[in-house]
């Protein structure tokens, strides 16, 4: 246990262990440094240099994110010579800044600009060289301009260390330098999972997600069209921050009434796609297990671990770096695309609709859901199964390009049949979440009872813990199941794709061994998503968690099988899961993908 050590700032006296940094210590004290580097958890880069603070008998000013803190430190945040110097800094970093930040989609939400207001820059002093910019649209998710780029960094840590991809890094030296791919390669033309996490720590606009504002909007003014919108579970635990409510801030009612006030003609839930995800993936799960246990030795036999594919960015990077489990993942698509494929099959039958008219656009807290949307094997139903894809920041500026007054709004509830879902439909917000839904729904077929934990939850699998496992042994189970009596179902959960990399390693190399495993791309799950309100630290990450599961507590019915409207989907259309239609609408195959 680290040694406790104190320190004064600004006159407060402050505790914290020793190893802390000044700018973790003051963060824990409520006391604000500004910083465009900073990534928590990660090693401070003291690359921006707006941290600096005065520490009494130094002799210069020091960067509080890499300086640890000492016994009896005295430090002073606010001195004119500290303000003078940040303010110098930030004029040096606008001197360099290419563009036009009254047409920027970043405007209301830059670090960059709520610093100059907050250091008092009005017009910068010098006028930097300006670097040959590049512009690179070359994939379906993501968008850079290195004229906006304050060389921070934080793209670095967080494609390098939290997703261990490495696609970003600096090239060249002082107003040459660039970050981007290796020879200022396209992002398209390296290995990129698309997640957004860069996109997310970004302070400016220079990385950023392709916008489907316009083409939603020409969609929604086309009288001939029928629009519908779904929306992931992980938006309603996060949008109200757009609007300046608090992190965890439920806003599933308002949501919906601010979509009809926007002109869907129908407003449905990407949870109940989650629902029939579980009925699909724990069939599937329940039959891996079947063949493994019963069928003896047989080389066509679906492999385990089962791996969960919901995720794009996860199953982009398994065909990039771990193709050998590629026929370990679900065949599942993930519930976004399920959802397309009922809506311009099932839903335009029931309703009558000619699915060539019909525009299925998504709210998702992934930007890696537009590249999921647009690849090839994404439309069984003779139709891409979902149109566009809008992420939750998107969706906020929608809103407040409509005029609605978000705040304000009164709730109302989704449209019935594809917005009826079950709390275990929510939980797949959070990592750890598709894990607990399909364990609710696979114990009751297999013993008949409810999942024996508190409340449903297992939780040895939720919280931020990168590597999560949980075993459940099997008791008096139903007489169609009795060959897993007895069977200790080891499962896993990682989030974060460094951390899945280490995971997939060690089963890889048998030192791990489990049934059923959830990987999430993002640190904390969707909650954590590339396409979600900035910033997302640890503390907002809770938060949203913490709602998404009052959400998931505060429904009457909390496992995917018992949801009405997805038995209902069974008898009137796709039969049984895993059924020769669902299997063709609902199920897919993933390919190698070439490692760059």
Same mark, same amino acid.
């Given at each position: 246990?680290?040694?406790?050590?104190?320190?004064?700032?600004?006159?407060?006296?402050?505790?914290?262990?020793?190893?802390?940094?000044?700018?973790?210590?003051?963060?824990?004290?409520?006391?604000?440094? !500004?910083?465009?580097?900073?990534?928590?958890?990660?090693?401070?880069?003291?690359?921006?240099?707006?941290?600096?603070?005065?520490?009494?008998?130094?002799?210069?000013?020091?960067?509080?994110?890499?300086?640890?803190? +000492?016994? &009896?430190?005295?430090?002073?945040?606010?001195?004119?010579? @500290?303000?003078?110097?940040?303010?110098?800094?930030?004029?040096?970093?606008?001197?360099?800044?290419?563009?036009? $930040? =009254?047409?920027?989609?970043?405007?209301?939400?830059?670090?960059?600009?709520?610093?100059? =207001?907050?250091?008092?820059?009005?017009?910068?002093?010098?006028?930097?060289?300006?670097?040959?910019?590049?512009?690179? @649209?070359?994939? /379906?998710?993501?968008?850079?301009?290195?004229?906006?780029?304050?060389?921070?960094?934080?793209?670095?840590?967080?494609?390098?260390?939290?997703?261990?991809?490495?696609?970003?890094?600096?090239?060249?030296?002082?107003?040459?330098?660039?970050? &981007?791919?290796?020879?200022?390669? !396209?992002?398209?033309?390296?290995? $990129?999972?698309?997640?957004?996490?860069? %996109?997310?720590?970004?302070?400016?606009?220079?990385?950023?997600?392709?916008?489907?504002?316009?083409?939603?909007?020409?969609?929604?003014?086309?009288?001939?069209?029928?629009?519908?919108?779904?929306?992931?579970?992980?938006?309603?635990?996060?949008?109200?921050?757009?609007?300046?409510?608090?992190? &965890?801030?439920?806003?599933?009612?308002?949501?919906?009434?601010?979509?009809?006030?926007?002109?869907?003609?129908?407003?449905?839930?990407?949870?109940? %796609?989650?629902?029939?995800?579980?009925?699909?993936?724990?069939?599937?799960?329940?039959?891996?297990?079947?063949?493994?246990?019963?069928?003896?030795?047989?080389?066509?036999?679906?492999?385990?671990?089962?791996?969960?594919?919901?995720?794009?960015?996860?199953?982009?990077?398994?065909?990039?770096?771990?193709?050998?489990?590629?026929?370990?993942?679900?065949?599942?698509?993930?519930?976004?695309?399920?959802?397309?494929?009922?809506?311009?099959?099932?839903?335009?039958?029931?309703?009558?609709?000619?699915?060539?008219?019909?525009?299925?656009?998504?709210?998702? !807290?992934?930007?890696?859901?537009?590249?999921?949307?647009?690849? /090839?094997?994404?439309?069984?139903?003779?139709?891409?199964?979902?149109?566009?894809?809008?992420?939750?920041?998107?969706?906020?500026?929608?809103?407040?390009?409509?005029?609605?007054?978000?705040?304000?709004?009164?709730?109302?509830?989704?449209? %019935?049949?594809?917005?009826?879902?079950?709390?275990?439909?929510?939980?797949? %917000?959070?990592?750890?979440?598709?894990?607990?839904? +399909?364990?609710?729904?696979?114990?009751?077929?297999?013993?008949?009872?409810?999942?024996?934990?508190?409340?449903?939850?297992?939780?040895?699998?939720?919280?931020?813990?990168?590597?999560?496992?949980?075993?459940?042994? @099997?008791?008096?189970?139903?007489?169609?199941?009795?060959?897993?009596?007895? @069977?200790?179902?080891?499962?896993?959960?990682?989030?974060?794709?460094?951390?899945?990399?280490?995971?997939?390693?060690?089963?890889?190399?048998?030192?791990?061994?489990?049934?059923?495993?959830?990987?999430?791309?993002? /640190?904390?799950?969707?909650?954590?998503?590339?396409?979600?309100? =900035?910033?997302?630290?640890?503390?907002?990450?809770?938060?949203?968690?913490?709602?998404?599961?009052?959400?998931?507590?505060?429904?009457?019915?909390?496992?995917?099988?018992?949801?009405?409207?997805?038995?209902?989907?069974?008898?009137?259309?796709?039969?049984?899961?895993? &059924?020769?239609?669902?299997?063709?609408?609902?199920?897919?195959?993933?390919?190698?993908?070439?490692?760059?």
């Amino acid at each position: 246990m680290n040694k406790e050590i104190t320190i004064h700032i600004n006159n407060k006296t402050i505790t914290a262990p020793q190893g802390t940094t000044i700018l973790e210590a003051a963060k824990a004290a409520d006391i604000s440094i !500004p910083t465009l580097c900073y990534l928590e958890h990660y090693p401070p880069l003291g690359a921006c240099r707006l941290c600096l603070v005065e520490v009494e008998g130094a002799k210069t000013l020091l960067t509080a994110c890499s300086t640890p803190i +000492a016994e &009896g430190m005295v430090v002073t945040t606010n001195t004119k010579r @500290v303000r003078e110097a940040r303010k110098t800094v930030l004029e040096l970093l606008l001197s360099e800044h290419i563009g036009d $930040c =009254r047409f920027c989609s970043r405007g209301e939400d830059c670090e960059l600009q709520t610093l100059a =207001r907050r250091l008092g820059v009005e017009e910068p002093e010098w006028t930097g060289e300006q670097p040959k910019t590049v512009v690179d @649209v070359s994939t /379906p998710a993501l968008e850079r301009d290195s004229g906006k780029c304050v060389k921070c960094r934080r793209c670095v840590t967080a494609c390098g260390e939290i997703q261990g991809i490495g696609a970003l890094f600096p090239q060249g030296r002082g107003y040459s330098t660039i970050i &981007g791919p290796a020879f200022t390669r !396209p992002l398209s033309e390296v290995t $990129c999972v698309q997640c957004g996490q860069c %996109a997310a720590v970004c302070p400016t606009g220079a990385i950023t997600e392709v916008s489907h504002i316009p083409q939603v909007w020409d969609a929604l003014d086309d009288p001939e069209l029928h629009v519908v919108v779904q929306t992931a579970p992980a938006i309603r635990a996060a949008l109200g921050e757009c609007f300046g409510l608090p992190p &965890g801030t439920l806003v599933t009612g308002k949501m919906v009434t601010a979509l009809r006030k926007l002109g869907f003609d129908a407003v449905f839930d990407t949870d109940f %796609a989650a629902d029939l995800t579980i009925m699909e993936e724990g069939t599937e799960l329940l039959t891996r297990l079947q063949a493994a246990l019963t069928g003896g030795p047989d080389e066509k036999a679906p492999p385990l671990p089962m791996f969960t594919s919901c995720s794009p960015g996860w199953v982009k990077y398994a065909e990039h770096y771990f193709p050998d489990f590629l026929p370990n993942i679900s065949s599942c698509k993930s519930p976004q695309q399920m959802f397309g494929a009922v809506a311009k099959t099932y839903y335009a039958k029931k309703k009558g609709i000619d699915p060539a008219k019909i525009i299925v656009v998504s709210v998702m !807290p992934c930007t890696a859901k537009k590249f999921e949307a647009g690849r /090839p094997e994404m439309n069984a139903s003779g139709f891409s199964d979902v149109d566009y894809v809008l992420t939750t920041r998107e969706l906020g500026r929608l809103i407040k390009q409509a005029g609605i007054d978000f705040v304000s709004l009164e709730e109302s509830a989704m449209d %019935a049949p594809l917005g009826i879902s079950t709390g275990a439909a929510d939980i797949f %917000a959070n990592t750890g979440g598709v894990m607990e839904a +399909a364990l609710r729904t696979v114990w009751e077929i297999v013993t008949g009872t409810p999942l024996p934990t508190d409340n449903l939850h297992i939780k040895e699998v939720s919280g931020l813990k990168g590597i999560k496992e949980a075993s459940l042994t @099997v008791e008096n189970p139903v007489k169609e199941w009795e060959f897993l009596k007895g @069977v200790e179902l080891k499962v896993a959960v990682a989030h974060g794709l460094s951390r899945a990399g280490t995971l997939l390693s060690e089963i890889r190399e048998g030192r791990r061994n489990y049934h059923f495993v959830e990987i999430m791309t993002c /640190p904390g799950g969707c909650i954590g998503g590339g396409g979600q309100p =900035r910033f997302t630290d640890d503390a907002v990450r809770q938060a949203r968690i913490a709602a998404i599961y009052r959400e998931d507590e505060g429904k009457k019915l909390r496992a995917s099988h018992l949801n009405p409207a997805i038995i209902q989907l069974y008898e009137e259309y796709l039969g049984k899961p895993l &059924g020769e239609k669902s299997h063709h609408l609902l199920h897919t195959i993933y390919h190698q993908r070439e490692l760059v």
